[in-house]
C-alpha cells in the first residue's frame, strides 16, 4: 500500500489525520506483516476515523463491520439466498432428476450466497481497509469468529466450505474498553491505545481538519475542549464534535466564543440533560470560556509554529 512511512503521513496528514511518528510506523508495520491493529481508548478519541483517514490515503475502498450486542455469524459473514435458490431451482426442474449432485453443489456456492462485511472485504480484488467497530459489543463466541479470518485469511461456512482470501485487507478493530477483549484476538493484533488529545494535539487536528478557520478562534475551541474534558462530564466532547463546533462558529460569522451564544453552541458541546443542566447554571458557561482561554494561547503558539514549518517547507 505505502513505500515506506513517510508516505503513510503524507497520507493520513492530507486525509485530515493528526498522526505521530511512533503511529505512522506501527500503521506501516502492519501493511507490510499483514496484521490486524486493535486500537482501544475511549468514545470519541478517533479510533473510527484512523480507519477512514487510512482508507482514503491509500486510495483504496473501507468495508465496515458496525458491531453490536447480539451480532451474528450470518450479519457478518453473510447467508445463503434461499429465494434465489429456489427460483434457480424452479427454472432447472427439468434436469433436476439427472443432475441432482452438481445441482446441489451449484446452490451451495458463491453464487447464492449473499456476502457481509467479512467476506466482501477478503473477496475484493485489491486490497481494502476492513473496520471492525466496536468489537467490545459482542461476545467471546463472535470473537472466536474472528481468529480464523485473523489467522489464516480465510473464512469457513457451513455448505459452502473453506473461502480463502483473495486479497488480505488491512484490519482495523476498534474498542471503547465496555469489555476485555480477548488474549487470543491480542495476540493476533498490534495494540495502539488512542486517547483525548492534549492541547497541543488538539490543536494540531483542528488545523488540519478547520483549515480556514481563523487561528485565534480554532485556538479558542481547543481551550473549550480541554476545559469540558476538565469538568467531568457524563459525555465529555469528541474530537469530531469539537470539528463541527468550530464550523458552526464559522457559520455564524464568529471570531470567538461568546458567552451570549451559549444556547445556540450547547447543542455541539453537551449532549446529555445533566451536561446541559451544569452549564446552564449561573456563570457555568461564562466559567468554561473564562477556562478555556487559559488553554487558548498555549493552541495558538502550536497553530503558528506549524504554520511556520510548513511555510518553510513550501517555500
Known amino acids: 500500500m505505502f513505500s515506506g512511512p513517510e508516505e503513510v503521513a503524507i497520507g493520513l496528514r492530507s486525509a485530515g489525520y493528526a498522526t505521530d511518528p511512533v503511529l ?60 434465489l435458490q429456489r427460483l434457480f431451482l424452479e427454472t432447472q426442474a427439468d434436469v433436476i432428476d439427472r443432475q441432482w449432485e452438481s445441482l446441489r453443489s451449484h446452490l451451495h456456492s458463491l453464487d447464492f450466497f449473499t456476502h457481509g462485511p467479512l467476506l466482501q472485504a477478503v473477496l475484493q480484488p485489491r486490497r481494502v481497509v476492513l473496520l471492525i467497530d466496536e468489537l467490545d459489543k459482542v461476545d467471546q463466541k463472535f470473537e472466536a469468529l474472528l481468529l480464523e479470518i485473523l489467522s489464516d485469511w480465510q473464512i469457513t461456512i457451513p455448505k459452502l466450505g473453506t473461502v480463502k482470501a483473495t486479497t488480505v485487507p488491512f484490519v482495523v478493530m476498534t474498542s471503547n474498553q465496555e469489555r476485555r477483549l480477548g488474549d487470543p484476538l491480542r495476540r493476533r493484533s498490534l495494540y495502539q491505545r488512542i486517547e483525548h488529545p492534549d492541547v497541543k494535539k488538539e490543536a494540531e487536528i483542528l488545523d488540519i481538519r478547520t483549515a480556514n478557520a481563523p487561528l485565534e478562534l480554532k485556538a479558542q475551541a481547543v481551550g473549550m475542549a480541554q476545559a469540558l474534558r476538565g469538568y467531568n462530564l457524563v459525555k465529555p ?35 446529555t440533560e445533566e451536561d446541559v443542566k451544569r452549564l446552564l447554571l449561573r456563570d457555568g458557561f461564562g ?29
Open 24 to 83: 505512522v510506523q506501527i500503521i506501516w508495520l502492519a501493511t507490510e506483516m499483514q496484521k490486524p491493529i486493535l486500537i482501544e481508548g475511549p468514545p470519541g478519541t478517533g479510533k473510527t476515523f484512523l480507519a477512514q483517514a487510512f482508507a482514503a490515503a491509500a486510495r483504496t475502498d473501507l468495508i465496515r463491520l458496525q458491531c453490536f450486542e447480539g451480532i451474528t455469524e450470518r450479519q457478518a459473514i453473510g447467508s445463503f439466498d434461499e429465494a
Open 237 to 271: 466532547p469528541s474530537i469530531d464534535e469539537i470539528v463541527q463546533f468550530v464550523r458552526a462558529l464559522q457559520l455564524l460569522g464568529r471570531t470567538e466564543v461568546r458567552v451570549e451564544d451559549r444556547d445556540v453552541l450547547l447543542p455541539f458541546l453537551a449532549k
Open 287 to 315: 466559567s468554561l470560556v473564562a477556562t478555556a482561554r487559559e488553554y487558548q494561547e498555549r493552541a495558538l503558539a502550536v497553530m503558528r509554529d506549524g504554520k511556520t514549518i510548513l511555510e518553510a517547507q513550501l517555500s
